[in-house]
């Protein structure tokens, strides 16, 4: 099953999805298409099978990184998980541009995710921070934050690996959400 979801991978992102075919998938994993159809009926349902595992993958990143922020001053918590989700956008942005485009649902479920460790947090914080919504703010700061990493990873990836990024985004985040 692992080559299959490796093949179906490559393919996807050097391709596209169009391109991407049972045959073709079976042949790069070197199986045969009657193997596949045994774990999977068809391309839609490798494709599916390949984002939840690459999401959960990064899902699982992004919360142990919000978890390290946490007890940290503002700036640097928010500096560290900046860092660590624009590296994982850097790491394959042609895959995860692949994966995630195709199937909006998941990436509001993981924008909710985040969204809610950012209110938690921003809540903890709201007096120190002089936030009248937190909760508005929350919901704010993380669709911003996730924007510019995300649509930065398929538009400009070649910007993920400029160390003026990570500070430039941290700012973003750091000045709409400190108030007092």
């Known amino acids: 099953m692992d080559a299959i979801l ?12 169009a391109r991407t075919t049972t045959n073709r998938i079976a042949e790069k994993a070197g199986v045969s298409v009657g193997s596949l159809y045994q774990y999977f009926p068809n391309k839609e349902a490798i494709v599916v099978a390949l984002r939840e595992r690459h999401l959960d993958w990064y899902d699982d990143c992004v919360r142990a990184e919000i978890e390290r922020g946490r007890g940290l001053p503002l700036r640097e918590g928010v500096r560290q998980a900046v860092e660590r989700i624009v590296a994982l956008h850097a790491l394959d942005p042609a ?5 995630t485009s195709r199937e909006p649902s998941h990436d509001r479920e993981a924008a909710q995710q985040f969204i809610a460790e950012m209110r938690t947090f921003l809540v903890e914080h709201a007096q120190q921070l002089g936030l009248p919504e937190p909760e508005l703010t929350s919901f704010i700061a993380a669709r911003a934050l996730e924007a510019v990493i995300h649509g930065t990873s398929l538009e400009a990836p070649q910007r993920l690996g400029d160390p003026h990024f990570v500070d430039e985004v941290t700012e973003l985040f ?6 007092s």
């Open 174 to 179: 750091v000045r709409y959400v400190e108030r």
């Open 6 to 17: 490796l093949a179906a991978a490559h393919i996807l992102k050097t391709e596209g999805f």
């Open 95 to 99: 895959l995860h541009g692949a994966l």
